[in-house]
């Protein structure tokens, strides 16, 4: 019914950027959109949200003021730009989108997933 493709994952050097983006297919339909993330041996983490039209957004404290979240709801893409790149932020990235009205950052609150991109930053 509706299909999330991560992509621009990759290696990159501490302090580097990266811009991902997930590409939306199936039905038409009015979606919150987010990025999680799960690095090994951890619980998939909140990054970022955005409503459906692009107006409000959320991040989490850890890459608040480096990432931003983006989209452009005609065609169905999301966007996450990343600046000043961390090794914490290893992990593999996971685009959501949800149904419900609410920006929600937590996982139970979206219900289409894709399958992730893995970014990797060396020190």
């Known amino acids: 019914q509706v299909q999330l493709v991560e992509s621009g994952g990759g290696l990159v050097q501490a302090g580097g950027s990266l811009r991902l983006s997930c590409a939306a297919s199936?039905?038409?339909?009015?979606?919150?959109m987010a990025w999680f993330r799960q690095a090994p041996g951890k619980e998939r983490e909140f990054v970022s949200a955005?409503?459906?039209?692009?107006?409000?957004?959320v991040y989490a404290d850890s890459v608040k003021g480096r990432f931003t979240i983006s989209r452009n709801s005609a065609q169905n893409t999301l966007y996450l730009t990343m600046n000043s790149l961390k090794p914490e932020d290893t992990a593999v990235y996971y685009c959501?989108?949800?149904?419900?009205?609410?920006?929600?950052?937590?996982?139970?609150?979206?219900?289409?997933w894709g399958q992730g991109t893995q970014v990797t930053v060396s020190s």
């Open positions: 955005i409503s459906w039209g692009g107006i409000r957004t």
């Open positions: 959501a989108a949800a149904t419900s009205h609410i920006l929600s950052d937590e996982s139970r609150g979206y219900d289409y």
């Open positions: 199936g039905r038409t339909f009015v979606y919150n």
